[in-house]
């Protein structure tokens, strides 16, 4: 059973970096995507960036290009979102989830996760 916590989150500037982590505590991670989304209030939740089972693909959302990076370390059943250069728009909930690999669809697909974390607030002020 897919069981994820995240951590990392804070309160930090405009221009800062944070590392957000995901982990499982299941340990049965290696065989799901694993997607970081985020929300605001008001708002719709918003895949930010995924990386596959394997860790062989990987994607992020425009709107974080050049600034996030995502890997995963199977051996500590983790995920990591290395977020640099934080504008005071990525201010949002963060949330992992993973979705299995026997659901074939392409990163960039934001549906078919099954199993989510509590969420981890992070804040940008200017």
């Known amino acids: 059973q897919v069981q994820l916590a995240e951590s990392g989150g804070g309160l930090v500037q405009t221009g800062d970096s944070l590392r957000l982590s995901c982990v499982d505590s299941g340990r049965t991670f290696s065989n799901y995507d694993v997607g970081w989304f985020r929300q605001v209030p008001g708002k719709e939740r918003e895949l930010v960036s995924a990386?596959?089972?394997?860790?062989?693909?990987?994607y992020h959302a425009d709107f974080v290009k050049g600034r996030f990076a995502i890997s995963r370390n199977h051996a500590k059943s983790t995920v990591s979102l290395t977020m640099d250069r934080l504008k005071r728009e990525d201010s949002a909930v963060y949330y992992c989830?993973?979705?299995?690999?026997?659901?074939?669809?392409?990163?960039?697909?934001?549906?078919?996760?099954?199993?989510w974390g509590q969420g981890t607030q992070v804040t940008v002020s200017t």
């Open positions: 989830a993973a979705r299995s690999r026997d659901i074939f669809a392409g990163l960039e697909v934001p549906g078919g996760y099954a199993y």
């Open positions: 990386i596959s089972w394997s860790g062989e693909r990987i």
